[in-house]
């Protein structure tokens, strides 16, 4: 009989590699290690920071680790059910190599044989990326990123996205400013209205995401998540709960151009776009008259997005400046 040789087996060594697939964009799932969060998101390997060693951090809570503690649990459950088909294949191959058959011989002869049949395989446990809803470049490292929501940090730098997707929205404002030159009257009044409630809805998300990050430095962490679509109480609300002097990011005419901004947005939210006693008292806007529609004009609009611009860096660099984001 052969002596039984394990040289498949002994191919394989004592690590077997597995690729994890990718989805249709090449980008590969992860998932935070922290049982409070498991949260999921993807990252797209060959983009960002390159340098071997360097941990990852989880989008959603900031969770720093090593790499190699991100996997996913369906990406464990493939890669165990390849390495045990891998494992089966080359066991079988060697027992195969034992397989003999000695025919009869003689007239009361008898013969004797060994084969071996294959079972069934170990399954392989495939799985699908999960589809996200906002795919990021990260401006700081160039990494390329998925997450649920929208603000996130880095996985790679570990920076906050916050100032950027402001920023992007913002831009895309101004973009509608200009689509709005040359179109009709109507389509061009929507697309104004629609660019300055989008500026203000975007500041006021990247405010309250900046008071969330930075909840413990507030002397009423409870309260700390703020609102930012009115100004002045903004301003008054965040000196109180932050020691920020909002209008101190600008200059008095900047200030001046988004209190008028966000206050048209008000009644374009509120009251279809026409002008009421508030507004005027609210503004300080003297070309305005109640029961007229608020006057919209891309210059101005233009000039609320550049203003917005200079305060979210301005406001970053205050709350950086109260201590890292947790």
Not at 31 to 51: A, I, Q, R, S
Not at 228 to 243: H, I, P
Request: aromatic share 8%.
């Amino acid at each position: 009989m052969r002596r039984f040789q394990t040289t498949n087996l002994n191919r394989l060594g004592n690590q077997v590699s597995v690729t994890l697939p990718k989805d249709e964009n090449g980008l590969i799932g992860r998932e935070c290690p922290k049982k409070e969060c498991e949260g999921y998101f993807k990252v797209k390997n060959g983009t960002g920071l390159t340098e071997p060693g360097l941990p990852c951090h989880c989008p959603y809570c900031g969770t720093e680790a090593p790499p190699d503690h991100f996997y996913t649990r369906e990406q464990i459950d493939y890669a165990r059910s390849v390495a045990f088909r891998q494992i089966a294949d080359a066991l079988h191959q060697d027992l195969k190599a034992l397989e003999f058959e000695s025919r009869p011989s003689g007239g009361f002869g008898f013969g004797i044989s060994l084969k071996v049949k294959r079972g069934t395989r170990p399954p392989i446990r495939y799985y699908r990326e999960k589809r996200l809803e906002t795919l990021v470049v990260c401006d700081s490292c160039s990494l390329e990123y998925a997450v649920y929501g929208v603000f996130a940090y880095c996985p790679d730098c570990g920076k906050h996205n916050s100032l950027q997707i402001l920023q992007k929205n913002l831009t895309l404002a101004a973009r509608m400013v200009d689509l709005a030159e040359g179109s009709e009257d109507d389509v061009r009044r929507h697309l104004l209205e629609n660019a300055i409630e989008d500026c203000v809805s975007a500041f006021d998300g990247f405010g309250r995401q900046l008071c969330e990050l930075h909840a413990s430095f507030s002397p009423n962490p409870s309260q700390a998540v703020m609102g930012f679509q009115n100004a002045s109480r903004a301003s008054t609300d965040l000196k109180k709960l932050f020691g920020i002097q909002l209008p101190s990011l600008l200059t008095p005419n900047e200030w001046a151009t988004l209190v008028i901004g966000f206050q048209k947005r008000h009644v374009i939210a509120h009251r279809m776009g026409v002008i009421d006693q508030d507004y005027i008292d609210k503004s300080g806007d003297s070309t305005a008259v109640v029961g007229r529609k608020v006057a919209l004009d891309g210059d101005s609009i233009k000039e609320l997005v550049r203003v917005l611009h200079l305060l979210g860096s301005g406001l970053a660099d205050a709350f950086e400046k109260l201590g890292p984001a947790q």
